[in-house]
C-alpha cells in the first residue's frame, strides 16, 4: 500500500519471455497486486510465469491471466483493469513486459495521484532531451506529430508523448471509462486520453528516460498514416461536441460557433464572387473583396480566441474527490 490505498500493476505480455523475470523482480513491495496477462504469447509467457512462481512466496501477489485470442495490448491491459476493480484495487499501474520501463519510478506515478494532484499519470519521454538521443529518429519524429495531434484531440494540451504506455489511473475514474468501448491495439493510451478528457480528469506527465536497446517498435509508420487520422478526427469532433455542446455552453462555444459561421460564409462568399468575376473576366469590385475579408478576418480572430479557451480549460482538480465509493 501507499498512504493507505492499494495497488495494482498490470504487465500485458507477448513475447516478452526473456524479460518477465526481471520485471517481476524489480516491482517495488509497496504493490499489492500483480497482474501478468498472457495475451496469447507464442512463447506462453503466462504459463512461464506460473511455473516460475510455483511455491515461491513471491507468487502470493502474482495473479496471471490467459487470453485465449490475441487482444492487442489495449485489451491485454483492459483485462488487467478489470480484474483490478474485481478486487478492490485503489490505483492501477501499466507497465510493459520488455523492461524497457524502470520500475524503481513506480512510486512517483502513484504518489501524485495519492497526493490529490492527478487521476491519471503518464510518463513522458520528451522531457529530458539527453534522453531523446537513444531514442530512433523514426520513433522522436512520430511521437512528436502524434503529440501535436493528441493535443488537439484531448484537450489535454500539457501532455507529451501520448503513446507512452507506462501509466497508473485511480479506479474511482476508471470505473467511469466505457472500457468495452476502448481501442483495444495500438490507438489504446490516446484513445484513454480521449475517454479522460471527456470526464475532465486531471491528467500529469512523469518525466522519465527513453531507454531502447535495439527493439524493434509495434507502432509501424503505415499503420499510423492510414489508421491514425480517421481515428483522431472523429474524437475530435466528438470532444468538441460533449464539450462545447453537451455538458457545457461557454465561451469558447460562443466563439467557436461564430467564428466558424463567419469564416465559412466569408471564404464560401469569396469563392463564388471569385468564381464569377474569373468566368465574366471581370475584376471585382473592392466592396466585394471586402465584403468576403471581413468575415473570414473576424471568424478566423473568434477562432483563435477560442483556441485559447480550450488550452486555458484543461482539467487540473482530480476528479475522483468528486466521485462516491
Request: net charge positive; with cysteine; charged share 20%.
Amino acid at each position: 500500500m501507499i498512504d493507505g490505498l492499494r495497488v495494482a500493476v498490470v504487465i500485458p505480455c507477448f513475447r516478452v519471455r526473456r524479460h518477465i523475470d526481471g520485471v517481476l523482480a524489480s516491482i517495488p513491495a509497496m504493490v499489492d497486486r500483480i497482474y501478468v496477462v498472457d495475451d496469447r504469447c507464442p512463447e506462453e509467457t503466462g504459463r512461464h510465469v506460473s511455473e516460475r512462481l510455483a511455491g515461491d512466496v513471491r507468487g502470493d501477489r502474482v495473479r496471471v491471466i490467459q487470453h485465449a485470442v490475441n487482444q492487442g495490448v489495449g485489451g491485454a491491459v483492459i483485462s488487467g483493469y478489470q480484474a483490478a476493480i474485481e478486487e478492490g484495487m485503489d490505483i492501477v499501474v501499466k507497465i510493459d513486459g520488455d523492461g524497457q520501463m524502470d520500475a524503481a519510478m513506480l512510486p512517483l506515478f502513484v504518489s501524485s495521484i495519492s497526493e490529490k494532484r492527478a487521476d491519471y499519470t503518464k510518463g513522458n519521454r520528451f522531457f529530458e532531451i539527453e534522453s531523446l538521443r537513444g531514442m530512433p529518429r523514426g520513433r522522436l519524429f512520430g511521437n512528436a506529430m502524434l503529440s501535436l495531434v493528441n493535443k488537439l484531440t484531448s484537450g489535454y494540451w500539457d501532455v507529451m508523448d501520448p503513446t507512452n504506455g507506462y501509466t497508473a489511473i485511480h479506479v474511482k475514474v476508471l470505473k467511469r471509462i466505457p472500457l468495452e468501448k476502448l481501442e483495444r491495439r495500438y490507438f489504446f493510451e490516446s484513445d484513454m486520453l480521449f475517454r479522460l478528457g471527456t470526464l475532465r480528469a486531471a491528467v500529469v506527465d512523469i518525466p522519465m528516460a527513453a531507454r531502447y536497446a535495439g527493439e524493434a517498435s509495434s507502432l509501424h509508420i503505415g499503420r499510423v498514416v492510414l489508421n491514425f487520422p480517421g481515428k483522431y478526427a472523429v474524437r475530435f469532433f466528438k470532444r468538441l461536441f460533449y464539450g462545447y455542446l453537451l455538458r457545457d455552453f461557454n465561451a469558447g462555444s460562443v466563439q467557436l460557433a461564430l467564428g466558424l459561421l463567419l469564416f465559412l460564409s466569408g471564404a464560401a462568399f469569396g469563392s463564388w464572387h471569385w468564381f464569377l468575376s474569373t468566368s465574366a473576366g471581370v475584376a471585382a469590385t473592392s466592396g466585394t473583396v471586402m465584403l468576403a475579408a471581413l468575415p473570414v478576418l473576424l471568424g478566423g480572430h473568434l477562432l483563435i480566441g477560442a483556441l485559447n479557451y480550450d488550452i486555458a480549460n484543461v482539467p487540473r482538480r482530480c476528479l475522483y474527490e468528486l466521485l462516491p465509493d
